[in-house]
């Protein structure tokens, strides 16, 4: 497949190359409601396996849910990158059974560094989280080689 | 039940009671390998779930163990305490089927507020990720009531 | 002096007294251009004393300024607040003699932890530095007693 | 010049050279204790300058202090290297007059990317606060061009 110019039509592409081999993002249940240039939009249902005795879910998987909206982003502009180093603050529990959404956007990008904020929120709009990550490029492109 | 009066054998008691209500951890396969004042070591396998097509564990699942590792360490003294914020630096990938094992360390507590850091190595003994958490003390007792 | 009724007079009062307070921020030459309920801006000549041999501003000046951005934002609403946890990404050198500007807006508020994300931008509009900061209110107020 | 072939006396000449660029650091009274591969300590007072109305230090000082211990621990192995992202949890006060210590440690090293740990400590042996930072290499070398 070639490049495709166009920077929508490329993220889009990218997202879909990366979904089909993303079984962990896929495994918790999560969904790529949208997709643009240095952007992510992800929701995943707070399920059983996910909470403690108290109906509360762990902190990993909203950590995870952020980190795969992160991925989307920073590899929607045509070159593979990685996390590198990210932060989370928790501002209120997650609850059994309610949808989370994670909206991931592009702060910056300067070299091979990225920089993306992701706010998680609640149905009900309530801040789950705020997560701010740093992204490394690898060099390599989804479609067509070496940069 | 009285709060035991051993510091160790409190930091087990409340490790006891954590473990039985963390349907997350325990789904994830985590085990917990030791658990002391200020302290606790836990362990996973990175799962067919937890990787992407390349056979690299999704970062979510690497803070989660480290999540989890702090939080029997700032659970041990008898009180309890939730993740208010936490940092993660990722410096080597996951690999598919290897065990993993998060330790640990309180760093401070200081009125409310605990900081633990907790590292993440390989059978090998690299190290694949570096956390960094803040907790805050919830001011209820596992054992007796209030504070 | 009784506390003012109407947030943005509490902000711009709350602002009097820290300022007189705060030799540390006069002496580095910062300006307070703007305060309001949650927010602040602050800017800085970057001066001879802060920059190395090759006109570069030292880092801890920009964190200098941003933390002060936040430190006006987070004690605007008549309550002691002090920064607990700091992070900061550095995206481009602050050179020798220009102005910076930083931007504080408060993200969230719960209990007492307040959480600020701070901008620093250079005057041709370019991003010097994200910042990120946790506070901790007191409980004690600027006018009139305890809380 | 020639690079120095042992560890030590690298560490100890690329100090050297940025010492005698680093107007900031020796600006803010600082003073370089001690420097070897990948570690460095710095101390300070805190002087009439950095402190607000009750004796406390601003932030920006005990950030600067140890983000200074970093940029000689990371510039150690003679290339240049500079500060991307830091993190610093505050402790307790610095008090007026005191003399702050920062010991750098360097946790990890992979491509360009240095993780550095730097505690900072008062006279009395408490610890002030943690600083957490990532570095990252130019490219260049303090003796003898490119790598």
């Known amino acids: 497949m070639t490049e495709p ?7 889009e592409a990218c997202a879909e190359v990366m979904w089909a081999d993303d079984r962990a993002s896929r495994g918790l249940g999560m969904m790529l409601d949208h997709v643009g240039p240095g952007r992510a939009r992800l929701s995943m249902r707070v399920g ?4 403690n ?7 990993g998987f909203i950590f995870a849910l952020a980190d795969s909206a992160m991925a989307f982003a920073s590899n929607s502009h ?3 990158a990685v ?4 932060a989370i603050t928790f501002l209120r529990p997650g609850k059994h059974g309610e949808r ?11 070299g091979r560094t990225g920089l993306y904020d992701v706010r998680v ?10 997560f701010r990550g740093h992204t490394r490029s690898l060099g390599t492109k989804f479609f067509g080689g070496e940069k």
């Open 5 to 11: 110019a166009d920077p929508q039509a490329l993220a």
């Open 48 to 51: 059983d396996a996910m909470v």
């Open 53 to 59: 005795g108290l109906g509360i879910c762990h902190g």
């Open 78 to 80: 045509g070159e593979h």
């Open 83 to 86: 996390a590198q180093q990210a």
């Open 100 to 110: 989370l959404t994670a909206e991931a956007v592009e702060r910056a990008r300067a």
């Open 121 to 130: 929120t609640a149905e009900d709009g309530a801040v789950v989280a705020e």
